[in-house]
């Protein structure tokens, strides 16, 4: 419940045609109830994804890349894509163990479309 | 509304637009010295649409679109109202952003293809990966751009950086920083003709396409689909994709009710423009589909909630949407023969 009204305050109202009295179409700014609910739902989805990313990424189970990919709303087969590396190899990325070996030059083509530094591609933060 | 300078000093008046495609192209024409309102462009560029596209994934839920393909409405609407245009992409960020600067310096304002993850300046339950939302660079400052984004009520600045990223994401659906700006206006545009064109179109592709997946057809399909969605998936992953087809009916853009209620509003000008009867009569047909679209969106989010259990369920959901589906079969048939009798 606190989540709809808090991501919907974020001072950028979108624009809705409603009729006004006299049955002409304006634009108003009161979106639909509807909304809220479905927006939170995918919202906190995409944030409980990435919790439980980070999570696994400290207890061993993946590695820091799958928890970047996370954050940035991709898949494997996005990121593979954008990277240029085959899709069963970007998967292979995310254990922990083959991950610790790459080549910086890898390392590097993921941290430019992740958009981080090589720094924080290898970690995941701490909180 | 906000009035803002150009590179060259020409003003530019920001509305506040509910599609960014349609909001920017009104835009467009509006600062050349044409003034077209925004659901005019819509039914002119013949936006009103429906495909589902489940084999096509953003963050592992289908695709549901309810207006044509970006880019689609610019190209169609400036065709039709006889414009000069240009429309570039380029596989080279760099060029692009050359490019980008070259054209704004000589006091163009240039409609631009973003990926809305990477604009900077977004809040996050606009944040996901989608390559279509469009918005007009209207100069170039110190370090970034004044960009004018008609979702959101102000120009913003927006970092060259950010820009860049969220004009060339690789991957699929790259936009491939695509661009586009008018060269040259007709300044007294043959609206009748337009409109009377992008009525037939709109009537075909959501009557004509023999697949299953688009138009009226399209949305059977995915009604079904919803119906079995309990079964097939359980509770919890059919209320995901329920939300998902919801964001796509309400959220990105649509002015409400899947763009029915912008549609409506284009009908709407249009019989004011054509003296019809008929047409003000689609328009409030238009605007009744829009209201049980907006229902189906109300019972879907019902679902989610878990509110009312008993009346509210998977299979009510569908059943409003088929209904929606014969609405508006028959509302473009009706059209068709409406459009027929109209002159130009």
Known sequence: MELEKEIFKDGMPKGYYTQNDNGKYVLETNHCWSEEVCVAVIVSEVRANIEKARKEVLSGLKSPLYYHMEVRQMDPKFLAKAAGIAVFRVKRHMRPEIFAKLKPSVLERYAAVLAVSLEELKTVPNR | MTTELAANGKPFVHHHGAHCETAVTSALFRYQGVDISEPMVFGIGSGIFFGHLPFLKMTGLPITAFRAKPGAVFRKAAKRLGVDFVVKTFRDPQKGMDELKQVLKTGQIVGLATNLYWLPYMSERHRW????????????????????????????DCTADGLEQARFVPGPLNPRGHMYYINSVNLHPDLRQACIKGMKDSCNAMLKIPLPIFGVRGIRFLAKKVVK???????QEACRHLAGTVRWVEETGTGGAGFRYMYAAFLQEAAELFGSDELADLSKEMTAIGDNWREFSVTAARIIKQRGKEEETFAKAGRLMLNCADREETLFKNLQKVVKKLKA
């Open chain 2, 129 to 156: 990966n989608f390559s279509g939302h469009n918005i007009i660079a209207l100069r170039e400052i110190e370090g970034g751009f004044r960009v004018s984004d008609p979702t959101i009520g102000e120009p913003v």
């Open chain 2, 229 to 235: 969605s309990l079964d097939k998936l359980g509770f």
